[in-house]
Nanobody, 124 residues
């Protein structure tokens, strides 16, 4: 299983970015149970859950991104997205996508089995 993130970069406060996570080696379908999520980790801080999505299209967000970030998943393209609007300097972190073998709608990292390497987001 491979998860490859892209779309990170440097933006000014108030700006937007769209992150992508392309997956291979694991196939989901609308009838299978699955879960995917975005986490982030800032230097010197613990990894924290940002947003998750399951096979029903249900989503869960951390309080600090509600109303600003949107998670979505394109099953035919095997790609997870995170649309980030109104970015703040405190959003600066490495953003990492994760996939669960089974159904999950969780922001806890122990619920996920596969992890990408991450894409850096810097907000100034």
């Amino acid at each position: 299983v491979q998860l490859v993130e892209s779309g990170g970069g440097s933006v000014q406060a108030g700006g937007s970015l769209r992150l992508s996570c392309a997956r291979s080696g694991i196939t989901y379908s609308p009838t299978s149970s699955y879960g995917m999520a975005w986490f982030r980790q800032a230097p010197g801080k613990e990894r924290e859950g940002v947003a998750s999505i399951n096979e029903h299209g249900s989503t869960s967000y951390a309080e600090f991104v509600k109303g600003r970030f949107t998670i979505s998943d394109d099953i035919p393209k095997n790609t997870l997205y995170l649309q980030m609007n109104n970015l703040k300097p405190e959003d600066t972190a490495m953003f990492i996508c994760a996939a669960a073998k089974h159904g999950a709608l969780s922001l806890d990292d122990y619920d996920y089995d596969y992890w990408g390497q991450g894409t850096q987001v810097t907000v100034s």
